[in-house]
């Protein structure tokens, strides 16, 4: 394949072999739940939603055979992996006039230049993986809080529905909301982990709060009175989370979630509601599925997380960087979690 401008890395096998070899920060969503990541040879994933239930199993006599119990509630859907192809133009100007820092203005014979090329297409890469990674951890995020991932755009309108029990969706109103004169934080807990101890048959290890959540948690003296703060060693628990570690509560690793994402308004909004608590049974199968890479530069050939690749406009002059991914993350295991609106 033809290499313009001398840099090797623009064939789509060698860009995609880059994108995929990148290291980005640790996303808290991604490293803590959605741990199993699944590339598919399909565009197409068959979702099966796992629901158990709560029947007793009934006795027999020393003469009778065993009777015959029902299979574990099921419900297998296909959904098609959703797709995320950002691409980024970077004119000649932007490729043969600008420097590295440190670099000569004027590079003899273009070596300085050739490198400082091929460094600028490694940024925009870092940059368009960035974004798709950023766009996956909102993904997970409306996994959780919402039990469904709900997209509504002027080009495109689609939902997959996790089939998140109405029970495991409490909306506090009133007196009721952290913070409020008849709030009763630890009461809510607790309630809320039974649920999934009950539906589940094990209980939440992880709390997830929203920074307003997390504002009234913190400052609730009931909780003050109950918070086990002699047993916290961030370091050895969570070290790429210190931050958003707030520690042990009643057997729950309790985490705040304050990032953000600028909305296509410009403003910036959270990824996970100020108002969310959310309880999570962390060893229940949380994962994100990737789907085939559907284009015809790389065939059917692309069976991982992410594609990349470049080509040359004529007329104005410019480089074309582009990245695909094809994400679905997926609850398997609904009962396994709680998604509260607490203020």
Avoid at 59 to 79: D, H, M, Y
Avoid at 299 to 316: I, T
Wanted: net charge neutral.
């Amino acid at each position: 394949m033809d290499t313009p401008l001398g840099l090797g890395l623009l064939n789509w096998r060698a860009l995609t072999t880059a994108i995929n070899q990148i290291k980005l920060p640790p996303r808290l969503l991604q490293q803590l739940i959605f741990k199993e990541r699944n590339t598919n040879p399909s565009d197409t994933i068959d979702v099966d939603i796992t629901v158990g239930n709560q029947k007793l199993v009934p006795f027999v006599s020393p003469i009778e055979g065993g009777t015959v119990v029902g299979q574990l509630g099921r419900e297998q859907r296909a959904v098609k992996t959703p797709r995320l192809r950002p691409k980024k133009p970077l004119p000649a100007q932007a490729l043969l006039t600008e420097r590295g820092p440190g670099a000569a203005i004027y590079a003899t014979g273009g070596g300085d230049i050739n490198a400082w090329k091929e460094k600028k297409v490694g940024m925009e890469a870092k940059d368009l993986k960035q974004r798709v990674d950023r766009t996956i951890e909102w993904m997970c995020a409306q996994a959780l809080c919402t039990g469904a991932l709900t997209v509504s755009q002027d080009n495109l309108a689609f939902e997959v529905d996790y089939r998140l029990p109405v029970a495991h969706k409490p909306t506090l109103t009133g007196d009721n909301r952290w913070g409020q004169s008849a709030a009763d934080i630890p009461a809510n807990i607790e309630t809320w982990a039974n649920l999934i101890l009950s539906a589940y048959g094990s209980g939440p290890d992880l709390m997830l709060l929203g920074t307003g959540a997390a504002e009234k948690f913190l400052a609730d003296e009931k909780v003050q009175a109950e918070y086990d703060r002699r047993h916290i060693i961030v370091g050895e628990l969570r070290p790429d989370f210190k931050t958003e570690y707030i520690g042990p509560y009643k057997g729950l690793d309790v985490y705040k979630y304050p990032f953000e994402y600028t909305a296509t308004s410009g403003t910036k909004t959270k990824i996970v509601g100020t108002d969310k608590a959310v309880l999570i049974n962390s060893a229940a199968r949380f994962t994100i599925e990737f789907g085939l890479i559907l284009d015809l530069d790389a065939g059917a050939n692309v069976m991982d997380e992410f594609f990349a690749k470049s080509w040359l406009e004529k007329d104005p002059s410019v480089l074309w960087l582009l990245a695909e991914s094809r994400p679905l993350p997926v609850p398997w295991e609904p009962e396994a979690y709680v998604a509260a609106t607490v203020l």
